[in-house]
């Protein structure tokens, strides 16, 4: 069998071939498809600032995207935060201590003392009666 090749078909596929050749050798710039974060709007960062503002937070530093750097010192509850700090020195199991005066700590231990020497007495009886039983 005996095949015959049209030229008006050859021809369409040489030019074809040269097309995808000539867009396959073409280099592409893929930074174009990356994903980006959208920049917030001038309204929307106008809103954090105003709600700042009424929780007593300072100025806040937005990035370039709309993102929030940093939130300056305000009015309210930012300005709590140094006297947090300063309290947090006299908070925990021992803080007390700093405040104790020779006498208090005396008569502390000295009761104590007594505490359990009373203690110890009452286990006495509590055994003499159980003997006794």
């Known amino acids: 069998m ?3 090749t049209n030229p008006q078909l050859e021809a369409a596929k040489k030019r ?3 097309g995808l050749e000539t867009l396959t050798n073409v ?3 893929t930074t174009k498809f990356q994903p980006e974060v959208m920049r917030r709007s001038d309204l929307s ?3 954090d600032q105003i709600l700042a503002r009424r929780a007593g937070m300072g100025d806040i530093v937005f990035d370039d995207k709309g993102g929030i750097k940093s939130v300056g010192p305000g009015t309210g509850v930012m300005s709590f935060e140094p006297f947090l700090e300063r309290a947090a020195q006299f908070s925990g ?3 007390y201590k700093q ?3 020779p006498y208090q700590e005396d008569v502390i231990e000295t009761t104590l003392t007594e505490y359990d ?3 110890q007495r009452g286990m006495q009886g509590i055994d003499d009666r159980a003997v006794a039983s």
Do not use: H
């Open 2 to 4: 005996a095949t015959t």
């Open 45 to 47: 960062m106008a809103g």
């Open 93 to 95: 199991p021992d803080a």
């Open 117 to 119: 020497l009373q203690s």
């Open 99 to 101: 405040f104790m005066s």
């Open 16 to 18: 074809y071939i040269s």
């Open 27 to 29: 280099p592409t710039d």
